[in-house]
């Protein structure tokens, strides 16, 4: 009787990610990806947010367990206006319908600092999953548009070397009514909500709420757009593109309003991938790099991706928040003691950015944000 030779599909393959200090690799499980739990992503309610410092305090802790185990959570009663996400989501639209040569117009080779447009299958988050399949379009930080009004004029001298906006991307856009509105108006919002959470995050990290006040005057505040455009089953069926590859988030903490459309995917302890499907009215939130590094590894910097082959166009919306560029910071007093000394040297949040802007650029300025 002949022996039955079975191919055995290994149970988990090498997955390559960009780090700051170079490539690091993950085993990752070869089981499809299957829908997250309610406990290993939860929807937090933060609507306490708003409330006094018991509700704030009640809210922190919720906050602080999901930071600590996948590093992931949804948001609801986040007090971000609806006509803010839909005056983004329209300017969203209007900008990556345009022309490939109007879009070109506010490239992101025509700035220094990583703002504006990135073309589609320009630039690679993961060396292992190939070009993403996704045009973006972002915007950094510049003080006449601080919701909690600045003179630009007296921005301190530490600090102006670290402003990162560029005025081009709303020169090469004036011709799109309402775009430049659509951005700001968002931005500020989303802005406005960060500084409100990272007080929670103080208060989770059992510091005094006001205690990342003074390093969040110019925060990182990076607006992006992004855009997975459809494919036809066809394209579908052939492609070998994923939307956008592994990656981890760079700053403090990130806030991401996605459509309904689905495809972002979070990796496990155990190396599974596991869905954060969309939940109307919620943003998705996930931890940052540099907080990461600051809490020592307290809170989790957690690999996602987006996986995309759908037939219908997605769009996102993330914003990522950091501190002033300019301000060094060590891990934080509340994440060492004895038994847990600090792993990592100071190193400011400007400087961390950009040594993983300079890892991803493997073509100038094709950078994940
Ligand atoms: O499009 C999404 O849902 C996620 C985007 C993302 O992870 C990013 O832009 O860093
Ligand atoms: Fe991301």
């Known amino acids: ?25 993950r085993e ?10 309610a406990d290993e992503i939860p929807v937090i309610d933060i609507s306490g947010i708003y409330g006094d410092l018991e509700a704030r305090k009640e809210l922190a802790s919720r906050v602080k367990h999901a930071a600590e185990s996948t590093g992931f959570f949804y948001i609801k009663g986040h007090g971000i206006p609806e006509s803010a996400i839909q005056g983004a989501r329209k300017a969203s639209r209007d900008f990556f319908k ?21 073309g589609n299958q320009t630039a690679m988050a993961s060396p292992t999953e190939g070009l993403d399949y996704r045009e973006s379009f972002a915007w950094r930080y510049e003080p006449q548009y601080d ?24 020169e090469g856009t004036d011709h799109i009514p309402g775009f430049k509105e659509g951005c700001i108006t968002y931005w500020q919002e989303c802005l406005k909500l960060a500084r409100r959470l990272v007080r929670i995050f103080a208060l989770c990290l059992d510091l005094p709420e006001d205690y990342f006040d ?23 069926k052939a492609s070998r593109d994923i939307g956008l590859g592994s990656h981890t988030d760079l700053q403090c903490f990130t806030l991401l309003w996605q459509d309904m459309i689905g495809g972002l995917q979070v990796l496990n302890n155990g190396g599974q991938w596991i869905k954060a499907s969309p939940i109307e009215g919620t943003f998705v939130v996930n931890i940052g790099d540099y907080l990461m590094r600051l809490t020592n590894d307290r809170m989790k910097s957690t690999v996602h991706r987006v996986y995309n082959r759908s037939t219908v166009d997605r769009y996102s919306m993330p914003f990522f928040f950091g501190f002033n560029f300019n301000e060094t910071c060590g891990v934080l007093p509340s994440c060492v003691d004895n038994d847990h000394p600090a792993k990592y040297e100071p190193i400011s949040c400007g400087d961390w950015t950009q040594l993983r802007f300079e890892q991803t650029d493997v073509q100038p300025k094709v950078a994940v944000q």
């Open 28 to 37: 990752v499980s070869t089981n499809p990806p299957r829908e997250a739990r």
């Open 98 to 118: 345009q022309s490939e040569e109007k879009k070109l117009l506010v490239s992101k080779d025509k700035g220094k600092w990583y703002n504006g447009y990135t």
């Open 214 to 236: 003074s390093v969040t005057t110019y925060p990182g505040s990076d607006g992006v757009f992004n855009y997975y455009p459809a494919m036809s089953e066809e394209e579908a």
């Open 147 to 170: 919701p909690d009004p600045k003179d630009p004029s007296a921005v301190p001298a530490e600090v102006k070397p670290w402003i990162r906006g560029e005025n081009y991307v709303w």
């Open 1 to 25: 009787m002949a022996t039955e030779t079975r191919v055995q599909t290994p149970a988990y393959t090498k997955l390559e990610l960009r780090t700051a200090y170079g490539p690091v690799y």
